[in-house]
């Protein structure tokens, strides 16, 4: 499915304005056929990388190399390959969807003849065939969202950029666009680069994802790897619920062997177990003697949800993390 | 010879090539002149210009028939474009007022406008250099302003010909079209005013006020306020020396020259009114003994050559620094 070279390549690239910096020496690779998601918060500095990688801005150091060729050096060469969707993509209000994909196709130097059809062709894949001659200032955001998609698809580019793009959308809006990435990705061997803040919807579709905070790459790899490598050497931390829940089921907690420290965390009780230990197996027999009732267990650390709370939220995080 | 001749073909094929691989410089001309053309408020904008234009000649007209016979029979038709009849003021003079706001109207928000409307990161993602839009747009404002201009002077010289039924002489048509020409480069000047206002300001709004702000300057206050100066550094009582009072005079135009509304209008008024044989204060010892008659056209031409190159330089300048500022421009999504 994914082939093995390396399509876009960034080497120590870092972006200052004035006295911030936006991109700290950011070392990326993303492999041909792969759905690459650069997740972080807002002004993590993504759409900065983004501009780079399109030779729109120049890097203060540092390189970045799409299909070997330097995007600062040689902007056009790489737009030429590149399809780009902006984060809150906008068109010309007062010309159709169609005449507007035209202007993109005419910038692309497709003839006309092959533009009409190309045209054609990416209104139907994104649905809006029958929107072809409105104008575009009738559409709604999730509409001109695909159109954004059906914009990049006119260009048929072999790789394809795009910042945010299932914000402001509702759910089976972006249930439909990112549908739509995947198809784009498998049946048309696309390489895809999205950024995004909503890890939750794009964690379904990223075969890799590398997390970016403060203009710095903290982690990069397939979802389920780097669980463990955000909670390497940490205890493991168990959320449960069970029944009755009172203070003897605390005590009962605090006093199986190798816990170190229980919490309640709104709904659920939180169970920190010494280093190295998990205590899942001999939990449920445990409780179970002692007459409660398990509801729900679940280990912390290894979805999502947490890598995404580990890195992402507040700075104060990261100090108690590293210490 | 030969070896110049083949060095000048294979840089023509090269910048052909140049243009070809961008492209994009054609396909931003083509869209921008189709929305310039189409929009609204160029429709509203002619259609002022070409109401007061023809107005004013009309009006000059009907008093060129009525006095007909009575005075100088020389260049009537150039005539019609700078005689005021009774209330209305002449052509050249509603030109030199409105052709501002043309230039202004179409450039106003080529830039900011695009930022606003979020389109301007879609359009520099596409393989084409980033200068290609700023001269698109320069460049579609500007065919289309010729038009307008070249349509106006013409439909107006047509009339004309049927109301008063005199035939332009060579040397009119000559002045007529020179006058056109000066036109064109005022109005693009205008224009790549706006343009770099449109760059300086996000919002469109302010680009336009701005840029109506320093078109009434220069129109109502840079006069008034050259006098000012002028007579602050020089003041002239009333028994002033008569080397001062030329002195502030001298400089109370030279500061007026530093509009180009002046440049333009003392420019039109040479080209359309052939009598006029200088733009600097005369002396009555100098008038002594001249005989009153006309300028031939090179000679009008000669008098306003500075003009004709402070109004290019002005304009080149200005959009100069509107590519500058474009070219170096941040292009942020956000």
């Known amino acids: 499915m994914a082939g093995q070279e390396a ?29 690459f998601g650069l997740l972080g918060p807002n002004g993590a500095g993504k759409t900065t990388t983004i501009l780079m990688l399109l030779g729109l801005t120049e890097p203060t150091s540092g390189q970045a190399l799409v299909k070997g060729l330097d995007a600062t050096r040689h902007p056009l ?60 200032k009738e559409f709604s955001r999730g509409m001109r969202q695909r ?35 995947v198809r784009l990705a498998r049946e048309g061997g696309k390489t895809v680069l999205l950024s995004s803040h909503l890890l939750h919807q794009v964690q379904q579709i990223c075969d890799r994802v590398g997390i970016f905070v403060g203009g710095r790459l903290l982690a990069a790899g397939p979802v389920a790897l780097l669980g463990h490598q955000v909670m390497a050497g940490k205890p493991l931390e168990i959320e449960l619920q069970a029944e009755p829940d009172n203070d003897n089921l605390f005590s009962a907690l605090r006093s199986l062997q190798g816990v170190t420290a229980v919490e309640r965390h709104g709904a659920f009780i939180r169970v920190r177990c010494a280093a190295g230990r998990d205590i899942r197996p001999e939990l449920t027999p ?30 104060g995080y990261h100090g108690t993390m590293a210490g | 010879m030969a070896r110049w001749q083949a060095k000048l073909k294979d840089w023509l094929d090269w910048f052909r090539q140049q243009e070809w691989f961008s492209g994009g410089l054609k396909t931003v ?77 179409l450039g106003f928000d080529a830039i900011n406008g695009e930022h606003n409307k979020r389109t301007l990161s879609r359009l520099l993602a596409q393989p084409i250099y980033r200068d290609d839009v700023i001269n698109g747009k320069f460049l579609a404002g500007l065919v289309v302003l010729a038009l307008v201009i070249m349509a106006l002077g013409l439909l107006v010289a047509g009339l004309g010909l049927l109301l008063i039924g005199v035939p332009p002489t060579g040397e009119e048509i000559g002045r007529l079209f020179i006058y056109l020409l ?153």
């Open chain 1, 147 to 181: 159109l954004g998609i059906a914009d990049v698809m006119v260009k048929d580019p072999a790789i394809i950029i795009l910042d945010e793009p299932t914000l402001g959308i509702d759910p089976e809006g972006v249930r439909e666009m990112l549908a739509l990435i």
């Open chain 2, 29 to 105: 001309f083509q869209k921008e002149l189709a929305d310039n053309l189409s929009s609204t408020r160029f429709t509203i904008l002619v259609f002022l210009v070409a109401v007061a234009g023809i107005g004013a000649f009309y009006v000059a007209a009907q008093s060129i028939r009525q006095t007909a016979g009575e005075g100088d029979p020389q260049f009537v038709f150039l005539r019609l474009f700078t005689t005021s009849g009774g209330s209305l003021p002449p052509f050249i003079t509603f030109i030199s007022f409105l052709g501002p706001l043309l230039g202004l109207a």
């Open chain 1, 7 to 35: 399509v876009i390549v960034t080497r120590n690239l870092t972006k200052h304005y004035g006295s911030i910096t936006a991109v700290q020496d950011l070392n990326l690779e993303i492999r041909e056929g792969e759905i």
């Open chain 2, 182 to 334: 000066v036109t064109i480069i005022y109005v693009a000047f205008w224009l790549s005013v706006s343009l770099l206002f449109s760059l300086l300001f996000r919002q469109t709004a302010t680009s336009a006020l701005a840029g109506i702000a320093v078109w009434l300057f220069f129109a109502l206050f840079a006069g008034m306020l050259a006098g000012l100066i002028a007579d602050g550094l020089l003041p002239v009582s009333e028994d002033a020396a008569p080397a001062r009072v030329l002195h502030n005079a001298t400089l109370k135009q030279n500061l007026s020259r530093l509009s180009t509304t002046t440049l333009y209008d003392e420019a039109t008024v040479t080209l359309l009114n052939p009598g006029v044989r200088t733009l600097g204060p005369v002396l009555v010892e100098q008038l002594e003994g001249a005989i009153p008659g006309s300028l031939p056209l090179d000679q009008s031409l000669l008098l306003i050559w500075p003009h004709l190159v402070g109004l290019i330089a002005a304009t080149m300048l200005i959009f100069a620094l509107a590519y500058y500022f474009f070219m170096r421009q941040e292009i942020r999504a956000g």
């Open chain 1, 77 to 136: 060469e790489v737009k030429r390959i590149v399809g780009y969707l902006p984060d809150n993509v906008g068109f010309y209000d007062d010309l159709t969807a169609r005449e507007n994909l035209l202007y993109t196709a005419g910038l692309n130097l497709i003839p006309p003849a092959e533009a009409e059809k190309r045209v054609a062709l990416s209104l139907d894949q994104v649905g809006l065939s029958n929107y072809a001659h409105r104008k575009v």
């Open chain 1, 286 to 315: 445990y409780l179970a003697g002692k007459g409660f009732t398990l509801l729900y267990l679940r280990a912390r650390g290894y979805d999502l949800d947490d890598i995404y709370r580990e890195y992402f939220q507040g700075e």
